[in-house]
C-alpha cells in the first residue's frame, strides 16, 4: 500500500500547493504557531510534500537546519524547485516507517497532513521518537475524526483514494503519541471552516537515548 500512496502523490504534485492553497496555509500556520524554536536547532519535516513548511520555517529562523523527508519523488522534486536555503535543507525521500537517519540527531520534528497516509502510524511516530533527542518537541497537524465532516470524508475516501489510511481523534492520537514514546503537552482540535477540522499535538520525547 505505500507504493499506492506514492504513486497518487507523484500524481498530485504538480498541482497540489494550487489545488489546496487554502488548506497548506492553515495546517503549516497551526504547526509554525506551536514550533518555537531558539536557535540552530536540526529539524526533520516527515511527510514533507512540496515543501511548503520548510519554505517557511527557513525564512522565519534563519538557524533552522531542515531534513525534509516524503515518501513520494514528486513532491520532493517540486520542494527542491523553491530553492530554499542552500546547505539549511536536504530533501530525503523515504517510509515513515524507516527512516535513513541517525537516533537522536533532531531537536524538534514536525509532521503536517501526514498521519493519515501512514500504513502503520505507529511505527512512523516510534520511528519520529528514535530521530530526536530525548527532550525533543514533536508538532503534528492533522485531520480531525471528531468533526462529522472528516468521518464521513475520510471514510469516502478510504474506499477510493489508495493515500488515506486512517484519520484519528484527537484523544486516539493523543494515546498514540504515548504509546510511542511521546509526553503531550499541549493538544486541540479546531476548524478551518464551516465543516472541516484539524487537531495539532505538541509532544516532548521521553526516556532515554533508546526507544
Known sequence: MSEAVRL???????????????YVRRSIRA??????PEGTERLLD????TGALPAELLGRWPGLRIVGVDLSVGMLREAS????APGRLRLVQADSRRLPLGSGRFDLATCVSGLHCFRDPEAGLLELARVLRPGGRLVLVDWCDDYLACRLCSA?????????????SLGECRAL???SGFEVEQAERFRIDPLWGLMRL????IGSDRI
Open 8 to 22: 497518487e502523490y507523484d500524481r498530485l504534485a504538480p498541482r497540489y500547493e494550487r489545488r489546496w492553497s487554502r
Open 31 to 36: 504547526a509554525t504557531e506551536w514550533l518555537h
Open 46 to 49: 516527515l511527510a514533507s510534500g
Open 81 to 84: 524547485r523553491k530553492q530554499m
Open 156 to 168: 469516502w475516501l478510504r474506499l477510493t483514494d489508495p493515500s488515506v489510511h486512517r484519520v484519528f
Open 177 to 179: 503519541l504515548e504509546r
Open 202 to 205: 505538541r509532544a516532548r520525547r
